[in-house]
């Protein structure tokens, strides 16, 4: 049992968490890097069936994210239903063949053709899961009146990063779709008006044969600048 007490009236628990020493924190930190350093986004899915519990879990951590000031400013709807997915391929497919078609610049293509991706969206038939995040601009109390949340871009960007990790944990591949304009996911899955739609994540396995780019990711050196003092 934890110790317990009030500040200013508020609840307040005791934490601890298990630390480790020097030796052992290199070998787990540099451990961690590699294991991430595995993970990539994916577009070549296996239809596959991955069970409801995985999706319920790997939301949970996603949910586990900080947020401000701990509004958890989020909504996950993860979508298997064939119908709703084809659906959403479609739409998504309209709104990908402007943008391929007119709507990105030059410039914009040119730096997508190392990734290859054009309008055509079959994995989001073919992933066996859709996870879309919703962020929550507000809250409305029982009066009826508007509550900002806080920092919703930050807080539900970060709880992306939590799923993917927790995806990559579970041994099944994703890719952080943006299809834009994205409003027609709001609509096709009924949300409440203070909900945006933030990101499109299919979740499954890789298909048996699956390419991804040959790309590099930066070096330390190129990403981080430290400032030690003497
Ligand atoms: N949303 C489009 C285009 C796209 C944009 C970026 I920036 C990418 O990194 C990848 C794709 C699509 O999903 O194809």
Same mark, same amino acid.
């Given at each position: =049992? ?22 052992? =924190? ?14 990539? #986004?994916?577009?070549?899915?296996? @239809? #596959? ?40 391929r479609?739409e998504a497919e309209k709104e990908e063949y402007r943008s391929y078609n007119?709507r990105m ?5 040119? +730096? ?5 991706t054009d309008w055509q969206k ?10 879309? =995040? %919703? ?5 409305? +109390? ?33 890719? #952080?779709h #943006?299809p834009s304009? =994205?409003?027609?996911?709001? @609509? ?9 739609? %933030? ?22 050196? +190129? ?8």
């Open positions: =049992m934890s110790a317990q007490k009030l500040i200013d009236g508020y609840p307040f628990i005791s934490y601890t968490h298990d630390s480790f020493d020097p030796p052992q =924190m290199k070998a787990q930190a540099a451990s961690f890097q590699q294991w991430m350093d595995k993970r990539r #986004t994916v577009r070549d899915f296996a @239809d #596959t069936p991955v069970p409801r519990e995985v999706i319920a879990n790997i939301i949970r951590t996603a949910s586990t994210a900080p947020s401000g000031a701990h509004k958890q400013p989020w909504t996950f709807c993860a979508i298997s239903d064939p119908a709703l997915k084809k659906i959403i479609e007119g610049p030059q410039e914009w293509l040119n +730096d997508l053709k190392p990734l290859q079959p994995f989001l038939e073919v992933a066996p899961w859709l996870i879309v =995040m %919703f962020k929550r601009i507000y809250e409305t +109390d029982e009066g009826g009146k508007k509550h900002n949340n806080y920092y919703v871009q930050e807080s539900i960007g970060i709880a992306a990063g939590f799923m993917l990790a927790a995806i990559h944990h579970a041994g099944l591949v994703a890719l #952080t #943006t304009p =994205m409003n027609f996911l709001a @609509d096709i899955l009924q949300r409440p008006e203070n909900e945006k739609p %933030f990101l499109l994540v299919p979740v499954g396995y890789p298909a048996e044969t699956c390419w991804v780019p040959d790309i590099h990711r930066k070096p330390l050196e +190129d990403v981080a600048v430290f400032y030690e003092g003497k």
